[in-house]
C-alpha cells in the first residue's frame, strides 16, 4: 500500500522547475509518549544531492522524513526547506509504503493529471515516459488493482510527474523483487540526478543505499552516527554503531608495528595512525580470500556457509579462536567442518584497541 503526496501546486507552476531545494536540519528533536525518537540531529543536503539514510528498524530515519516533508513539527530545532521553515516551508514530494491509495483512479490518468498540474509542456506523452522509466505496462488499470510492487512503480512516477525539486523515499522500492528494484534503483537516481532533485532516501538495503547515495548516513537510536560519501563511511569498521548497520565484521587479533599491522603472519598499511602494541583488527567479509596450505594465513574449520547468488559466505572458526565471516566465489562449495586456510586482502587494515568497544567477532 503506498501513498505519494505531491508537491504543494503554487512551487510547479512553471513549465521549467529551478534548481533543487536545500534541506537542513539544525538540532532536531522529536518525543512521542514521553520515548525520544530523535535526538540532536543535524543535517544539510545540499541542493540536487540524493542522501541515502539506513538503520536498523526504529533509527528514527521515517520520523526524519516526516518532519521534512511537514507531516510532524520538531520538539526543538528546526527544519528548513529552501530557506524557509514551519508553516512557510514549501511542501516536499514523497512516496511512503503502507499507506492507503486512493480507491478510484485508473495509473495513467492520474500520472498524466499530475503532469498536468506541474506544467507540463505535453502531460500525455511525459506520463508514457514516465510509466516506461518506472516499468508499469497495466496502465488502464484502477491503481487499487495493482499489485504491491506496481503500486509502488505508480507512486514514484506519479511523484515525478509532478516535477518535484525535492523528494524523499521512505523505502519506496521495497516491494519489487530484487532484479527489478535494482533495475527501477538505477533509473531513479539517474532521473532525479539528470533533473536536479535533491532527495533524502531512506532504505533498510545497504547495497541500495550505497549504490544512490552521493552522501550516506547512518542513523542509530535516534541519532546521525555516520555520514560521507559511501566509500568513507562503510571504510568506518572499527565504528561499533555504524558496523552494527553495515555488518557483518569481524575483529582478529594483530600487531601494531609503526605504520602496519601484523596479522595471520601478513604485513598490512594501516588504514589510520595507532599505537603501537597489540590489537584488533576489524575486516568486512569481501576482504577475507580462501588460500592455499603453503600461503600466509590462518588455518580455520567452516561453520556454516550460505549461497547468496552471486557469492557464498561461510563462517569459519580460526586456529587462534577468532569466528571470522568469509565471502567466496559461489562455485567454491563448502561443507560444514570443512577444512580451510584464510588470510586478508592486501588493502588498508582498521584497527582498535583490544580494550575498546567495537563490533564483535560474528557469530
Excluded: N, Y
Amino acid at each position: 500500500m503506498v501513498a505519494v503526496i505531491p508537491v504543494d501546486p503554487s512551487s510547479t507552476a512553471d513549465a521549467a522547475p529551478g534548481p533543487g531545494w536545500t534541506i537542513t536540519l539544525s538540532g532536531v528533536r522529536r518525543e512521542r509518549a514521553g520515548s525520544v525518537i530523535l535526538s540532536d540531529v543535524d543535517l544539510e543536503v545540499g541542493p540536487g544531492r540524493i542522501v541515502a539514510l539506513v538503520g536498523a528498524s526504529g533509527c528514527g530515519a521515517s520520523t526524519l522524513l516526516r518532519l521534512v516533508t511537514g507531516a510532524e513539527r520538531p520538539d526543538a530545532g528546526t527544519v528548513t526547506v529552501d530557506e524557509r521553515s514551519g508553516a512557510a516551508a514549501p511542501r516536499v514530494a514523497e512516496v511512503r509504503d503502507r499507506t492507503s491509495v486512493a480507491r478510484f483512479g485508473r495509473v495513467r490518468a492520474a500520472i498524466v493529471s499530475a503532469a498536468r498540474q506541474a506544467g507540463a509542456p505535453d502531460a500525455e506523452r511525459e506520463a508514457d515516459r514516465l510509466c516506461a522509466l518506472v516499468g508499469l505496462s497495466s496502465t488502464a488499470k484502477p491503481v487499487s488493482r495493482l499489485s504491491h510492487g506496481d503500486r509502488q512503480r505508480w507512486a514514484v512516477a506519479r511523484a515525478l510527474a509532478s516535477r518535484p525539486r525535492a523528494l524523499v523515499l521512505d523505502d519506496a522500492l521495497a516491494a519489487l523483487h530484487t532484479t527489478a528494484r535494482a533495475e527501477l534503483r538505477d533509473r531513479l537516481a539517474r532521473e532525479l540526478r539528470e533533473r536536479g532533485v535533491t532527495t533524502l532516501w531512506v532504505t533498510r538495503d545497504t547495497t541500495e543505499a550505497a549504490a544512490v547515495a552521493d552522501d550516506l548516513v547512518v542513523m542509530a537510536q535516534g541519532r546521525v552516527v555516520a555520514s560521507g560519501c559511501p566509500d568513507e563511511v562503510f571504510a568506518r569498521v572499527g565504528d561499533a554503531a555504524v558496523a552494527e548497520v553495515l555488518g557483518p565484521v569481524s575483529a582478529v587479533p594483530g600487531i601494531v608495528e609503526g605504520v602496519v599491522v601484523e596479522v595471520w603472519g601478513q604485513h598490512l598499511p594501516l588504514a589510520a595512525a595507532a599505537h603501537d602494541g597489540h590489537c584488533e583488527v576489524v575486516v568486512r567479509p569481501e576482504h577475507v580470500v580462501l588460500v592455499g596450505p603453503d600461503a600466509p594465513g590462518v588455518d580455520a574449520v567452516v561453520e556454516e556457509t550460505t549461497f547468496l547468488g552471486s557469492v557464498r559466505r561461510s563462517t569459519v572458526l580460526t586456529a587462534d579462536g577468532s569466528r571470522v565471516v568469509v565471502e567466496h566465489a559461489p562455485e567454491r562449495r563448502l561443507d560444514d567442518h570443512d577444512a580451510v586456510r584464510i588470510a586478508l586482502a592486501a588493502v588498508p587494515a582498521t584497527v582498535k584497541p583490544l580494550d575498546a568497544s567495537g563490533p564483535r567477532q560474528a557469530g
